[in-house]
């Protein structure tokens, strides 16, 4: 008796843990998805993926949101690995300040980071102010209001997202292994391209889907850095919702960035898979 | 341009050759004319190397010098300084000062992808995302080789560690034992003048240990590839080794065969660090030839030996008497000895060959003995007078 009541316990202790977690993922997560699958298919039709898919405004408008993602991505890959291969090579004081560099706009709200980019940014921001002074350029860049600017703005707030996964990378590479390569004969170039970027390939790729995933829904950066003249999937669902209050032609929109994002991070989990089976 | 040549001759391919002329390697051949002397050239030449981090010195001035096909091992407790010594060699660390010559070039200031050394790291250093193929081959990319030189070298170098068929695995489908021995051949392949082991033994389980050891020394010897290897271990050192250089902070406090060191201990470090030693402590009295009169702290007179030659043993000197547990014997009584003490047996220790006995004398102190388990033995209890003679007691200076 007792000992069937413990048994049950045992076994009861996990799912009543697991309760409370499970309710909130749902009730706040998985059902909110739910309905807006439902309201995607409003009325019982497809419309509002044909809309999204057919028409050539929507469809620009994700693949121009895929594409400001990709170069973001690819910025963000170019930035974050001399930064990580520095801090995974730094002493312990100069790693603390590098992070702190890293960490503190991280902690600052996205829309004051934004506003701050406005400011440097702008036809007579310190950016343009400072290259006009100096002579490099005549006439004021256009940094603000464009791709340019977004771009600038949203590498920025993901640089962290790159920057840490292949940090993390980096401090697990055995410190023999360059050594062995130059042993046996490498270069340093060749200890890099051979050992040391392979094996670092791993983390670089989780940092790209993080930054990839994320840029794909952006919403505030485009729309402030933006100004009106970029536009995302992020934007367009957001107008759709309140200008137009059509719901079901916005959540088939949320949906289709939804399978965009696991499309790809799919096939980046199978690349990944792919080139380390050696982990 | 000829250089590179006559390094790619000398590969596995021409592991025959160097079997009938061991000690002709190319380059040390090619070293020209010596000044005459005893001892072949060396083919490794340290001198006065020292290195400092900080304020400690990890080396403190080494000279060493390796003779061609020679398996010299460091041997010394963690932090003497031979992982160091070690890394200097390879070129992983470079040394503050003093000089190194390999196969009669000066290698110091050299990158360690210029040395033409093959080193097998303690965690074996295997390139992870590579199979065991690519990873031995990976010295001879860097050289250029083209792939079908590559790809029979490569089966030739896994032929020779036991490998056949093993080329796709990746390091983590194989077993320690296996990928020690993928280093192994990955340090062979492109017939480096020098192979470095740092302690590639000590991640094997004991019994693939002894098997290995053997493996690794009968592979030297057939290929004549003089060859430094680092441990910690005094039984690996005394299995494996031509000669033995014991390091101690820094130093090295005293080279030569594993016999020298075991019967002939320069100091009294290498004394307590190579086998097991009974030390007395005492000072010289008469000092004739090789042979010196200590009077020990209890007031007792023993006789020691004293290594050939040794000038720094004078009348008062603070001296160590070493002398071996397996030396002693038991003496009847009335029967006398150059050297003896007595006691009572405190324990005895039954170890297969031989049995261990600590014998606690008359002054308090412990004494050990190791006989053969098959001759005469004690019993715990007994009351024993053992003796020896002088040839099997040295003395060195106690500090």
């Known amino acids: 008796m007792s000992v069937l009541t413990r048994r049950l316990r045992a076994e009861a202790a996990p799912l009543v843990l697991g309760t409370l977690p499970l309710l909130f993922v749902f009730s706040f997560f998985l059902y909110p998805l739910l309905r807006l699958f439902i309201t995607s298919f409003h009325g019982g039709d497809l419309s509002g993926y044909e809309r999204a898919l057919t028409d050539s405004l929507y469809a620009g408008v994700l693949l121009d949101t895929v594409r400001l993602a990709l170069v973001v991505t690819a910025i963000c890959f170019v930035l974050a690995y001399p930064v990580a291969y520095l801090l995974s090579n730094a002493s312990r004081l100069w790693a603390a300040i590098g992070f702190g560099c890293l960490l503190l706009p991280f902690w600052t709200s996205v829309l004051v980071r934004t506003y701050a980019w406005m400011i440097l940014l702008g036809r007579n921001g310190i950016v343009n102010r400072t290259l006009l002074d100096l002579g490099f350029i005549t006439e004021p860049l256009p940094l603000l209001y464009n791709e340019t600017g977004v771009v600038i703005g949203m590498v920025h707030v993901l640089l962290p997202y790159m920057v840490f996964p292949i940090y993390a990378v980096m401090l697990r590479i055995d410190r023999d292994l360059p050594a062995a390569a130059s042993g046996l004969g490498a270069s340093p170039w060749r200890v890099f391209t051979r050992i040391y970027f392979p094996l670092t390939l791993p983390g670089a790729y989780a940092g790209a889907v993080l930054v990839f995933v994320v840029a794909l829904g952006f919403f505030i950066t485009p729309a402030l850095l933006g100004g009106g003249r970029v536009m995302t999937i992020g934007l367009l669902i957001e107008q759709q919702v309140r200008q137009f209050l059509d719901w079901p032609f916005a959540a088939a929109l949320s949906a289709l960035l939804l399978a965009a994002a696991l499309l790809i991070q799919s096939a980046f989990h199978r690349a990944l898979r792919g080139d380390s089976a050696w982990r | ?399």
């Open chain 2, 1 to 399: 341009m000829g250089r590179q040549r006559r390094r790619d001759g000398r590969t596995l391919g021409q592991v025959g050759d160097r079997e009938v002329a061991p000690a002709a390697s190319g380059p040390a051949g090619a070293a020209g004319p010596r000044p005459a002397a005893e001892a072949p050239a060396p083919h490794l030449a340290l001198a006065g190397i020292e290195r400092r981090f900080g304020a400690v010195a990890a080396l403190a001035g080494v000279d060493l010098a390796a003779r061609p096909g020679e398996f010299l091992t460091l041997l010394g407790p963690s932090g003497s300084g031979k992982t160091t010594l070690l890394k200097v060699v390879a070129g992983f660390e470079p040394p503050d000062r003093g000089r190194i010559a390999l196969a009669g070039r000066d290698i110091t200031a050299l990158a360690p992808a210029k040395r033409d050394i093959g080193m097998v790291f303690q965690h074996y250093a295997l390139f992870p995302h590579m199979s065991a193929a690519a990873n031995i081959g990976f010295p001879l990319a860097m050289r250029g080789q083209s792939r079908t030189a590559m790809r029979e070298k490569v089966a030739a170098a896994l032929a020779l560690v036991g490998l056949s068929g093993y080329d796709d695995r990746l390091p983590r489908q194989l077993s320690g034992g296996q990928q020690q021995r993928v280093a192994l051949a990955r340090a062979l392949v492109f017939g480096p003048a020098l192979l470095l082991l740092d302690e590639p033994l000590g991640a094997l389980d004991r019994k693939l240990r002894g098997q290995m050891q053997s493996e690794i020394k009968s592979l030297q010897r057939r290929l004549g590839i003089t060859t430094l290897f680092v441990t910690h271990d005094q039984e690996e050192a005394l299995a494996l080794s031509d000669r033995i250089a014991v390091m101690n902070e820094g130093r090295i406090a005293q080279i030569g065969t594993p016999e020298d060191l075991y019967r002939r201990p320069a100091t009294r470090f290498v004394a307590e660090f190579i086998g097991e030693a009974n030390i007395f402590r005492g000072r010289a009295g008469v000092v004739s030839g090789d042979k010196v009169e200590v009077r020990l702290e209890s007031g007792a007179a023993m006789r020691a030996s004293l290594a050939p030659g040794d000038r720094t043993v004078h009348y008062g000197a603070d001296l160590a008497l070493v002398v071996r547990p397996e030396r002693p014997r038991r003496l009847a009584p009335g029967e006398t000895a150059e050297n003896g003490v007595s006691g009572i047996v405190a324990e005895a220790t039954y170890l297969g060959e031989t049995i261990r006995y600590r014998v606690t004398l008359d002054g308090g102190s412990d004494f050990f003995l190791r006989w053969p388990a098959d001759g005469a033995t004690l019993a715990p209890g007994m009351r024993v007078t053992l003796g020896w003679g002088v040839v099997d007691m040295n003395a060195v200076l106690w500090g």
